[in-house]
């Protein structure tokens, strides 16, 4: 089994903190790097931990609020500094290629890579990338303005050749990606080799469910049934739940209630507001008192799964 790697460079929500930079993470699967988000700081905690990113050549903008997205005219400009030279391209909201011609006619005219705006409609579950490996799509969510959340998902993956019943079943090469794709075989004589007797079960792919800014909405449950990992902000307690609603938020129980509902393997909260950065801890408790299995997201932390 592949793994999958999630670095929070920023887990925190409109007002930075001694702690928390605003939102931000950096995905790696398949020896592929997504950026998902870009608040302000985000290309301060890349270059504090060390990272590459040359791999790096997609990012993808939940919605249009400053903690979400204030980092990213910086980074396109640092990208320049550091001799980037491949094409970066940049999956927003509808209104994304309008809010940033300004400031790159402005600040990153003269860069020597080519930035490509990309908008999606927030309101639809739809794949807006894949490649071979990998498939990317938007999470419809609830918020002041539009947003969604992204779902990465790893593409099937070939099954395994029981290499002595190949040879047993004297298979030409020729016939080896098909049966790897689940097809049987026919041997000389015209008989059926079923492909259950040529193969054994693929390795399991990996998903990822990040779902920032929005209000408790169930409607996002069976699009993120099952992940692997799920991100869901957690704003603010229990004990903010109706000031959560005003400002459409998620307390921590409600992020871990859907945690539980979609039956997911684990679960990260982050986003919290400010007044939590000297007692997170009663955030976090109040989550795992519905899903146990939940951690909180800290800056520069690194999961895999």
Not at 28 to 45: F, H, P
Not at 216 to 234: C, F, K, M, N, R
Request: hydrophobic share 35%; glycine share 4%; net charge neutral.
């Amino acid at each position: 089994m592949s793994t999958a790697r999630l670095t929070i460079l920023g887990a925190g929500s409109a007002l930075p903190t001694r702690y928390n930079f605003p939102s931000s993470q950096l995905l790696e699967l398949r020896e592929k790097q997504y950026l998902i988000d870009c608040g302000e700081g985000t290309q301060i905690s890349m270059r504090q931990m060390g990272l590459k990113t040359k791999r790096l050549n997609r990012i993808f903008i939940s919605h249009l609020h400053g903690d979400h997205c204030f980092g990213l005219v910086g980074l396109i400009s640092s990208f320049a500094l550091l001799n980037r030279t491949a094409d970066l391209y940049i999956h927003g909201p509808k209104g994304i290629t309008e809010l940033y011609a300004s400031q790159m006619e402005f600040f990153c005219n003269q860069i020597p890579y080519t930035v490509h705006f990309v908008e999606h409609d927030t309101t639809q579950f739809q794949k807006i990338h894949e490649d071979r490996s990998i498939e990317i799509y938007t999470i419809p969510l609830k918020h002041r303005v539009p947003a969604c959340g992204f779902l990465f998902k790893e593409k099937a993956k070939d099954r395994h050749i029981k290499r002595e019943m190949i040879d047993y079943h004297k298979v030409p090469f020729s016939q080896i990606n098909l049966i790897k794709q689940g097809a049987d075989f026919i041997n000389e004589e015209g008989k059926l080799i079923e492909n259950k007797l040529l193969t054994t079960e693929p390795a399991k792919t990996i998903s990822y469910a990040y779902c920032s800014d929005t209000i408790y909405t169930e409607t996002i449950i069976p699009w993120i049934t099952g992940v692997d990992l799920l991100y869901h902000e957690a704003t603010f307690a229990d004990s903010e739940a109706a000031r959560a609603k005003t400002t459409m938020h998620s307390t921590a129980k409600q992020a871990a209630s859907i945690a539980q509902q979609a039956n997911v393997k684990q679960l990260v909260i982050g986003h919290l507001s400010s007044r939590y950065s000297s007692n997170q801890n009663i955030v976090l408790q109040e989550a795992k008192s519905v899903f146990e299995n939940t951690i909180l997201a800290e800056d520069k932390m690194v999961i895999e799964f």
